[in-house]
């Protein structure tokens, strides 16, 4: 693996020569763990200007080998800052200028004004560029490795979401099947939920990014759910809705299926080539024509990898189009003020039609099941 992580490294480098800066300091934790293997609390990455013998991880502390931190490249050099409570970027930044780099490409939106003004006083010779979104852009097309550890980590929430099923709901609050759902992730493999995991019961059922409350789960209920596993860094994520304990009544039929339709063209629209905008239309224009269109949620659907939220995003006005081996999220929703609601959600691998189109990763049945 420590040459896949210097090839990152080095079309980064790459960039940043041609933009200007001879070096570059990561700060953002997952772009950290995408070109060193790890990122131990509170450590930063210095790309050096004459390559891969040049790039240094700087840590305020002592890596401990915790695998939920990930496995740092043994290519790289080491560094723990020698005052405990010292700032890693700072010490970066002191030995990029030390090193001759006139330039110093940084990532401005993960950095606090205080920081950034920490770097130039420390430097003042350095002239400090901004590394934009470059890390994240590189991050968006994942390699078979990375894909696999998405492939694990659906499987973890398939199962995880599946044993629910199996057990007995009504009576029990939003809060505790979340907590169960968690526990579950944990005892399958995962290193953690990718993200809060959402469970929302009758009038709260559909809302994206429900916050579990101590509502009870009724007869009759719309239950919504939502999840995901954190396998070695790698986040998926899925969403279903079900009926508990009794036969759909036509309204929520109709308004699963509606939803169902609507994913499944997102579902379908995903191959290289296609507009990130034109995604999410092809899930949005069935609900906005059946009149659930003022209260769609703002995106149909987003990256994920390492963040739960990643680039590219599914959006009505989202520049852009889809390369293969690209996953992201379709996952259209309607909620009902008062009522209820329908979100189904799955993470895909975007794949040439050559090579069968879609590659769903989240299996959980999508058929309206009562509970």
Not at 322 to 334: I, K, S, Y
Request: charged content about 25%; proline content about 6%; hydrophobic content about 40%.
């Amino acid at each position: 693996m420590s040459e896949v992580f210097a090839v990152r490294r080095s079309r980064l480098r790459d960039r940043c020569v041609a933009a200007g800066s001879a070096a570059a300091l990561i700060s953002r934790p997952a772009n950290v763990r995408y070109l060193a293997g790890g990122a131990p609390p509170g450590a930063v990455l210095l790309l050096g200007p004459v390559g891969d013998s040049a790039d240094e991880l700087l840590c305020p502390t002592s890596p401990n080998g915790d695998p939920v931190d990930g496995r740092l490249d043994e290519q790289l050099r080491l560094t723990v800052v020698p005052v405990h409570g010292d700032d890693p970027a700072v010490a970066a930044a002191e030995s990029a200028s030390g090193s001759g780099a006139d330039a110093l490409a940084v990532e401005e939106n993960h950095l606090t004004v205080a920081r950034h003004r920490t770097l130039r006083t420390v430097a003042p010779g350095l002239r400090l560029t901004d590394l934009g979104g470059a890390v994240e852009q590189q991050r968006m097309v994942k390699d078979e490795d990375e894909i696999a550890c998405l492939r694990i980590a659906a499987e973890i929430t398939d199962q995880a979401l599946g044993e629910l099923l199996e057990s007995i709901l009504v009576g029990r609050t939003e809060r505790h099947l979340a907590l169960e759902l968690e526990r579950r992730l944990v005892d399958h493999g995962a290193d953690g939920p990718a993200f809060p995991t959402s469970v929302a019961t009758g009038p709260n059922a559909g809302r994206r990014r429900h916050r579990p409350s101590d509502r009870r789960v009724e007869e009759g209920d719309f239950l919504s759910v939502c999840l995901g596993a954190n396998y070695r860094g790698y986040r998926c994520e899925i969403g279903r809705t079900f009926v508990i304990g009794t036969t759909p009544a036509d309204w929520q039929i109709d308004l699963y299926d509606l939803v169902f339709t609507a994913q499944r063209a997102g579902r379908e629209a995903l191959l290289p080539g296609a507009g990130y905008r034109d995604v999410d239309r092809a899930a949005r224009h069935l609900l906005d024509s059946a009149g659930y269109g003022e209260g769609l949620a703002p995106l149909t659907g987003h990256g994920v990898g390492l963040e739960i939220d990643e680039d590219p995003q599914l959006a009505p006005a989202a520049m852009g189009k889809l390369d293969a081996c690209v996953p992201v999220t379709v996952e259209p929703g309607v909620h009902l003020p008062g009522r209820g609601g329908v979100r189904i959600d799955d993470t895909l691998v975007v794949r040439q039609e050559a090579d069968g189109g879609p590659e769903l990763l989240t299996i959980t049945t999508k058929e309206l099941l009562a509970l």
